[in-house]
């Protein structure tokens, strides 16, 4: 008898430890040991929600010949909605520091931060899958992939970084100060090197006077020949991806043939140059050459992968006279569109895109068509939390970059989808 309770009081003591660590593990399942507390949810009353693990599966496959970034009429990952996701976000400002200071909105305190994270993007009618950072690095192991373009591109890749931080960090090459500035990263155990090629128009450019300040003067931008400052060094890497609109909106001398075509925004200095050509202009020339280069250059032989235009959001002014982005949730596919300058960028982008698609090998040229769902986004953006309220900055409300964590991530589950083929 006494040989039986003791079994039956080692079997409940078995149960009851077992009990135990079946508790642990769901709550270290279930919640992140990151610094956010459980989201608070807007009135999401009518939105489709399905959750990640359970959206239909259909086919995501994306063409290299053109429509929006989408395979087949299953499914289009360029449209959807942005659907509660209480597994955001991949990582934080303490789990990542690789973040830009700039975009920092948990460290200078962003107001709404917590439901602002907790959102993915779902496409109609299939589901992109979360981003695996194992997955990605042995699909890229020993390659090597390159960001060519302004700050955006920048903030993609720090963006990539960040989530790939939880398998592996990488090491500068050749560590710099700079910001505006190229810069590249390797990932020793996996042999993958990252970079990211400072070049905001695409295509040469060089300031209008000497002394003049990069960001508020004008600059003379050559629309024929691809910037050198990418063309030289882009030669062996296996993915470019390439973007830029948004400098296109600032002053610029605008020379095809070594000829004044025209100048965007200029004022007093547009002296004897025509009419000042439409903003799409410039955007689409600049693609078509760079573009262009990437297809002839003798030494590359990889893929392309064009980002279209992630639009500003800066509402009641510009930047520089008090317009501002404060809002706190995203927006519904049907309740914002995009402006009309970006739209007639996004049409430039993709028709260039789709020039170049056709003339080339079929898959070397991708297309990720990001504008519909950034525009959606105008919570994303750092405002005036990039930096402490009492500093003075020059680019003080930033409605242009991106949070890090952020909206942002979700490119690179697209990146993923679109290598994964």
Known sequence: MKQNDQLVRRAASTTGLLLIILLIAFTVCNYSSLTLSPPQYIDVSGEATASHGTSARSSTRASNAGGRGGGGAACDVARGEWVPDPAAPYYTNATCPLIDSRQDCMKYGKPGLESILRWRWQPHGCDLPRFDAAAFLRLVRGKSIAFVGDSVARNHMQSLMCILSKVEFPTEIEAKECIHCTRKYHYREHNFTVCV??????????????????????????????????????????????????????????????????????GSLDLNAAAPPPPNYAVRASFRTALRALREHPGFRGTVIVRTVAPPHYENGKWYDGGNCLRTRPMRSNETGLPETEAAFHAAQVEEFRAAASAAAAGRFLLMDVSEMMQMRGDGHPGQYGHWQHEKVGFGIDCVHWCLPGPVDAWSELLLHLLSG
């Open 197 to 266: 090629f400072w070049a905001p128009f695409l295509v040469r450019w060089n300031l209008t006077r000497a002394g003049a300040l990069q960001f508020m003067d004008p600059h003379n931008v050559f629309l024929d020949e691809a910037d050198p400052e990418w063309t030289r060094g882009v030669a062996g890497y296996d993915y470019v991806v390439l973007n830029g609109a948004k400098w296109f909106t600032r002053p610029a001398m605008l020379y095809e043939g070594s000829r004044l075509v025209g100048c965007n925004d200029c």
